[in-house]
T-cell receptor
Framework: GAGVSQSPRYKVAKRGQDVALRCDPI?????LFWYQQALGQGPEFLTY????????KSGLPSDRFFAERPEGSVSTLKIQRTQQEDSAVYLC????????????????FGNGTRLTVT | DAKTTQPNSMESNEEEPVHLPCNHS???????IHWYRQLPSQGPEYVIH???SNVNNRMASLAIAEDRKSSTLILHRATLRDAAVYYC??????????????FGKGTHLIIQP
C-alpha cells in the first residue's frame, strides 16, 4: 500500500523566499507530525495534528513557520521569508490513532523534503 | 521527561548478531520503548516497541530489563542493509496531548562485509 508521500523531494530557495512543503499521509491516519532534521542530527519535533486540529506547535522555531491540515488529510508546512538556518530535511509522519495510548501506534515517515536556502 | 543514552556508533560483521543497548533510567511505568532506524536519505522506519516483556518481530527482538531502565535491540543476523542509525525512544507526551516521538542522536551501526 501507499506510504507517506512528501513533495517536493528537493527544494532550493533563495533567502527571503516563501516555501510550501506538502505531506500526503497514509489514508485513514488520524495523527500527523512534522519534524525537522539538520545534517547529522536526529529529527526534531515541530508540530502535531489530530485530524484537522493542530494540537501542538511547540516545536515550530519561529512565527515564520506555519502548518495546516484543513481537511484532516493532506498537510502543508509553510516557511515564510526563508533563512539559511532553515536548511534541513523536513519529515512528515502519520499514525493510525491517537488517544491516551498513542505511543502504541508506530509512526510512518515519508522520505522528507530537503530544503536548501541559498 | 524520559532521557535515553545510546552509544554514538557500533560496528559489527555481516551475518553476526548485533546487540544495540539503550539506557532509559528515567522512563515512567507506562511509557513504551520504541526503536526506529534511519537508512541514508530516508525517513525513520519503525523497528519494534515494547512495554515490559521481550518482544519479537520479523525485523528484530527487543529485550527489556526487568527494572525497565534499559533495553537492547537485537538483530539476529546483520546484513549490509541493516547499516543505519538506530534510535531508542521513550515517547514523551506533550502539552496538547500529542505523543510525538523525541529522537536523540541514535547509534550509527556500521556493518562490515
Amino acid at each position: 500500500g501507499a506510504g507517506v508521500s512528501q513533495s517536493p523531494r528537493y527544494k532550493v530557495a533563495k533567502r527571503g523566499q516563501d516555501v510550501a512543503l506538502r505531506c500526503d499521509p497514509i489514508s485513514g491516519h488520524v495523527s500527523l507530525f512534522w519534524y525537522q532534521q539538520a545534517l547529522g542530527q536526529g529529527p526534531e519535533f515541530l508540530t502535531y495534528f489530530q485530524n484537522e486540529a493542530q494540537l501542538d506547535k511547540s516545536g515550530l522555531p519561529s512565527d515564520r513557520f506555519f502548518a495546516e491540515r484543513p481537511e484532516g488529510s493532506v498537510s502543508t508546512l509553510k516557511i515564510q521569508r526563508t533563512q539559511q538556518e532553515d536548511s534541513a530535511v523536513y519529515l512528515c509522519a502519520s499514525s493510525l490513532y491517537t488517544g491516551d495510548h498513542t505511543y502504541n501506534s508506530p509512526l510512518h515517515f515519508g522520505n522528507g523534503t530537503r530544503l536548501t536556502v541559498t | 521527561d524520559a532521557k535515553t543514552t545510546q552509544p554514538n556508533s557500533m560496528e559489527s560483521n555481516e551475518e553476526e548478531p548485533v546487540h544495540l543497548p539503550c539506557n532509559h533510567s528515567t522512563i515512567s511505568g507506562t511509557d513504551y520503548i520504541h526503536w526506529y532506524r534511519q537508512l541514508p536519505s530516508q525517513g525513520p522506519e519503525y523497528v519494534i516497541h515494547g512495554l515490559t516483556s521481550n518482544v519479537n518481530n520479523r525485523m528484530a527482538s527487543l529485550a527489556i530489563a526487568e527494572d525497565r531502565k534499559s533495553s537492547t535491540l537485537i538483530l539476529h543476523r546483520a546484513t549490509l542493509r541493516d547499516a543505519a542509525v538506530y534510535y531508542c525512544i521513550p515517547p514523551i507526551g506533550r502539552g496538547g496531548g500529542a505523543d510525538g516521538l523525541t529522537f536523540g542522536k541514535g547509534t550509527h551501526l556500521i556493518i562490515q562485509p
